[in-house]
T-cell receptor, first 114, second 112 residues
Framework: DAGITQSPRHKVTETGTPVTLRCHQT?????MYWYRQDPGHGLRLIHY???????DKGEVSDGYSVSRSKTEDFLLTLESATSSQTSVYFC?????????????FGDGTRLSIL | GESVGLHLPTLSVQEGDNSIINCAYS??????FIWYKQESGKGPQFIID?????DKRQGQRVTVLLNKTVKHLSLQIAATQPGDSAVYFC???????????FGKGTTLSVSS
């Protein structure tokens, strides 16, 4: 299994609170991604990173921000959580870009916003 | 918008049968395709990939077929086992794209 650790694995919080999810990798891969998975929508890209301090938006980036201050960590922040952000969040990594290699996924964070 | 989709949301087979899971894509510029398996409570797990310059690729008990004429991708699993029960996703990358586009998944149920 790829060395990807997501934390926390489960979180319940209230609307309006800030939330930060962490993805930690031990593979020294350049690319890191955050997805959300919802019934009926499949996996959708939120943000991705192609290097330290290099990030870009994905399909569903509104309401989310990311940071990558070192190779191994990619943080996803919900500045003010809303109920529509209740989802399962997956981090993925790849050594090369998405057109060249498969991405490898962590086991997800289940986030509930009440 | 253009997206990757799967023909059937569920597929039920008997242990030992061969399974075929299908996927249709709509973008002729897609040049890289991946199949993933996702078990309950876990992240997607890479199974096999194929590039658009190929029409078939084999792995251990799995084969991916790509038909670019009709924009169709399939995953064949030989001698299906109960441990193969999971949700299977196809994903595509559009040429020079920055992201994978995922289909919604087919749930494979294997009964013994």
């Amino acid at each position: 299994d790829a060395g990807i650790t997501q934390s926390p694995r489960h979180k319940v919080t209230e609307t309006g609170t800030p939330v930060t999810l962490r993805c930690h990798q031990t593979e020294n891969h350049r690319y890191m991604y955050w997805y959300r998975q919802d019934p009926g929508h499949g996996l959708r890209l939120i943000h991705y990173s192609y290097g330290v301090k290099d990030t870009d938006k994905g399909e569903v980036s509104d309401g989310y921000s990311v940071s990558r201050s070192k190779t191994e960590d990619f943080l996803l922040t919900l500045e003010s959580a809303t109920s529509s952000q209740t989802s399962v969040y997956f981090c993925a990594i790849s050594e090369q870009g998405p057109g060249n290699q498969p991405q490898h996924f962590g086991d997800g964070t289940r986030l509930s916003i009440l | 918008g253009e997206s990757v989709g799967l023909h059937l949301p569920t597929l039920s087979v008997q242990e030992g049968d061969n399974s075929i899971i299908n996927c249709a894509y709509s973008n002729s510029a897609s040049d890289y395709f991946i199949w993933y398996k996702q078990e309950s409570g876990k992240g997607p797990q890479f199974i096999i990939d194929i590039r658009s310059n190929m029409d078939k690729r084999q792995g251990q008990r799995v084969t991916v077929l790509l038909n670019k004429t009709v924009k169709h991708l399939s995953l064949q699993i030989a001698a299906t086992q109960p441990g193969d029960s999971a949700v299977y996703f196809c994903a595509e990358n559009i040429q020079a794209g920055t992201a994978l586009i995922f289909g919604k998944g087919t749930t494979l149920s294997v009964s013994s």
